[in-house]
C-alpha cells in the first residue's frame, strides 16, 4: 500500500531550480546568483533546446549577491553542447570557490552563477541548478515553482 506521508530523500538534500535560457542575443548572460553559504558543491546542466551553434558557459563567483562586484571564473565547461537536445555538466565545490577568489584577490566569495554564451541570437537552452550537500537538510531545499 502506497503511503500518503511524504518524506523527502533528495528534495531535503540538495536545492535544485530549472531556468529557460533564450537571452535572444549573443552577450554573456548570468542565469541568476545563488547563496553558497550553506553548500558545499554547486552543480549546473545545460540542455540545448534550439540552434547548433557554439554556446559558452562558465561558473562566475562573486561577493555581491547580485553579481555586481569583481566576478571571478570559477570553471569553465569544455564540453560543447552544440545540437539539439545535447547536454553537459560543470560543477565546483566550495573549495574551489574560495580558491579562486585567493587567487585573484577577491574576498569574501560566497554567491555563484552559470554564465552563458550563445553563439547566435536564436539558440536556446534550458539550464538545471543543484546545490549540494547542505550544511543542514530540512524539507523543501527543492522546492516548486508555479505561477
Not at 3 to 15: F, L, M, N, P, Y
Request: proline letters at 2%; hydrophobic letters at 35%.
Amino acid at each position: 500500500m502506497a503511503s500518503s506521508t511524504s518524506v523527502q530523500k533528495i528534495g531535503s538534500r540538495e536545492a535544485i531550480t530549472l531556468y529557460k535560457f533564450t537571452p535572444g542575443a549573443t552577450t554573456a548572460t548570468d542565469i541568476a546568483w545563488v547563496d553558497m553559504r550553506n553548500y558545499d558543491s554547486f552543480l549546473i546542466g545545460y540542455l540545448r533546446i534550439s540552434g547548433t551553434d557554439t554556446t559558452t558557459i562558465k561558473i562566475l563567483a562573486n561577493a555581491e549577491s547580485d553579481g555586481s562586484g569583481t566576478d571571478v571564473t570559477v570553471k569553465t565547461m569544455t564540453a560543447d553542447p552544440d545540437a539539439v537536445d545535447d547536454y553537459a555538466f560543470l560543477e565546483v565545490t566550495a573549495q574551489e570557490v574560495q580558491e579562486q577568489a585567493r587567487l585573484a584577490g577577491v574576498a569574501d566569495i560566497r554567491y555563484v552563477t552559470a554564465n552563458c554564451t550563445n553563439g547566435t541570437a536564436g539558440d536556446e537552452g534550458a539550464v538545471v541548478y543543484v546545490l549540494g550537500r547542505p550544511h543542514r537538510k530540512y524539507e523543501n531545499l527543492t522546492a516548486d515553482s508555479i505561477a
